[in-house]
């Protein structure tokens, strides 16, 4: 069986991502042109050739679960990328691959991802009530960050029942935005910018 290393995933080339100007951080200005940039000038890579290639940005779609005025958080303990390890991803999300898109689907390739990992990483006994595209970002202050860019959306659900479903990662409940904040240090990279947008 193949490792995940082995699959094809959705990257976009650096240069091209960038053409309009470089940025560093949370984007929330012209969505609709970037989310267009990453459909329309992305391709499918092996993801072990992406892993340290700088050239390239790998697509990660995110979602940050909200019910009333709390949020989702988990944490990774044991997953493939060992340099987030122990720490508290708020968003939910991954990469997006080739093999396992629907081509019959209504739905681009980056929205699929948005639904498959959901699914795939928690339990889904909820509705999602309200979606919202809350932006871009990209950091170029780690190797790990270096080589991502992730588009976040929060998905606002009906209730709190959310619980992780697959191996190497824990729950660790709905937390007020104060909470996250006084916890930043504990939180990804990513996640760490994201709540300073909730």
């Known amino acids: 069986m193949a490792g995940k290393f082995d699959k094809e995933i959705l990257c976009i080339k650096k240069d091209t991502f960038f053409r309009s100007g470089s940025w560093e951080g949370f984007q929330q200005e012209n969505l609709d042109e970037i989310y267009k940039l990453l459909l329309t000038e992305s ?5 072990a050739d992406l892993e340290e290639n700088r050239e390239y940005l ?6 940050v679960l909200k019910f009333g005025e709390t949020y989702y958080l988990h944490k990774q ?3 493939n990328e060992k340099r987030l390890n122990s720490l508290c991803p708020l968003p939910l999300g991954g990469h997006v691959s080739e093999f396992e ?6 739905e681009d390739s980056i929205q699929q991802a948005l639904q498959r990992e959901l699914r795939e990483e928690v339990t889904t006994d909820f509705d999602v009530i309200k979606k919202t595209f ?11 960050n270096s080589v991502h860019v992730g588009v976040v959306y929060v998905f606002e659900v009906s209730n709190n029942s ?4 697959e191996e190497g990662l824990e729950t660790v409940g709905w937390m007020t935005i104060e ?3 006084e916890h930043r240090d ?3 990279y990513w996640s760490r910018m994201i709540i300073d947008y909730l």
């Open 58 to 63: 790998q697509i990660i779609p995110q979602v």
């Open 186 to 188: 504990e939180l990804t």
């Open 77 to 79: 303990v044991n997953r």
């Open 101 to 106: 898109l629907d081509k019959n689907s209504t």
């Open 162 to 165: 959310a619980k992780v479903r």
């Open 179 to 181: 909470y996250l904040k």
């Open 134 to 144: 809350l932006g871009v970002i990209y950091l170029d202050d780690n190797p790990v």
């Open 43 to 47: 391709e499918f890579k092996l993801r």
